[in-house]
């Protein structure tokens, strides 16, 4: 697994893809144009990997890569070396560990850190917890029915302890009307222990229990699937990366009865900073799920928007 890299070396990928998307931008072309350009110099690259590169999801690497990136300079009329030029260093391979001191406050990414707080409370936790043990993995998947209601939502986690005798996680999430409890409809490599709720502000905090305590180091997979009350109206979802992980998967399953207009991805580094747009796609009949996916994602909020006309 791919180590993240160091600020220097973040700081030029972040630079690569804001310049790239500039070009492109500035260019008029579409991705699948540019793509077919590329193709046509024999230096392929799929209309989805300059997406990636662009929104600095990932960076070129290989040889056939940085070749691609040298023709793209000629394709978006750029001078030589002003892509080539911002490209960092080939990141190392090895196990995966976090950047030391990366990781973000609740308060920074929350709306409504008050309320996280005092929920967390409820239930003998602190917004420390929300950090501990160590989520190396993100996969998150929502379910939208006929009506546009979120009904439900899967979680997934790989997660590390970070002391012996680590018995628990806890989960927030907030609700847009808490009419009634979520349910747990299912638990695998944990079992649900208290739930609490900050009712004026629909925030919501779980307390999973691991099926047996975990040593210093010890990975664990769990996974829960929660069903929502009545009145999900948010046509959006968010999720909040404390420290940097590995992977984060966002998935929204749309009912083929009534698909979005538009759907697109978005981060956002700290509550009080601009919404990153990352990518958009339409919907057609042979399609009903959008993913948004990152590896090595810094702290921040991640989400999806959808819209109807």
Excluded at 128 to 141: A, M
Excluded at 167 to 180: E, G, K, W, Y
Excluded at 269 to 295: C, G, M, W
């Amino acid at each position: 697994m791919e180590q993240p890299t160091d600020d220097s070396e973040n700081e030029r990928r972040i630079d690569f893809g804001s310049a790239l998307r500039t070009a492109i931008q500035r260019s008029g072309l579409s991705l699948s144009e540019i793509s077919r350009r590329l193709d046509e110099r024999r230096t392929p690259v799929s209309a989805s990997a300059l997406s990636y590169w662009q929104n600095g999801d990932n960076q070129p690497e290989r040889a056939g890569s940085l070749a691609a990136v040298a023709a793209l300079e000629e394709i978006l009329s750029q001078p030589p070396r002003t892509l080539t030029g911002l490209i960092g260093p080939r990141r190392p391979r090895g196990r995966w560990t976090p950047r030391a001191g990366a990781a973000v406050a609740y308060d920074k990414l929350w709306a409504r850190p008050d309320a996280v707080a005092r929920v967390l409370g409820k239930i003998d936790a602190t917004p420390v917890d929300l950090e501990r043990p160590q989520k190396l993995s993100h996969h998150v998947s929502y379910q939208v029915g006929p009506d546009g209601h979120e009904k439900s939502m899967r979680v997934r986690r790989l997660v590390r302890a970070e002391q012996d005798g680590t018995t628990r996680f806890v989960f927030v999430s907030r609700c847009n009307a808490l009419s009634q409890p979520p349910a747990v409809v299912y638990t695998e490599g944990c079992k649900p222990g208290r739930f609490r709720a900050d009712v004026p502000t629909s925030t919501c905090v779980y307390e999973f229990l691991f099926d047996r305590p975990l040593e210093t180091g010890e990975l664990a997979s769990v996974e829960f699937g929660l069903r929502f009350p009545p009145g999900q109206t948010d046509q959006h979802a968010r999720m909040a990366l404390f420290r940097p992980a590995r992977e984060m998967v966002l998935q929204i399953a749309f009912h083929p009865d009534l698909l979005p207009d538009r759907c697109y991805s978005f981060f956002q580094a700290r509550s009080d900073e601009r919404v990153e747009k990352r990518r958009e796609v339409r919907f057609d009949p042979h399609t009903n799920t959008f993913q948004y996916i990152t590896l090595d994602p810094p702290p921040g909020q991640y989400g999806v928007v959808w819209e109807w006309d």
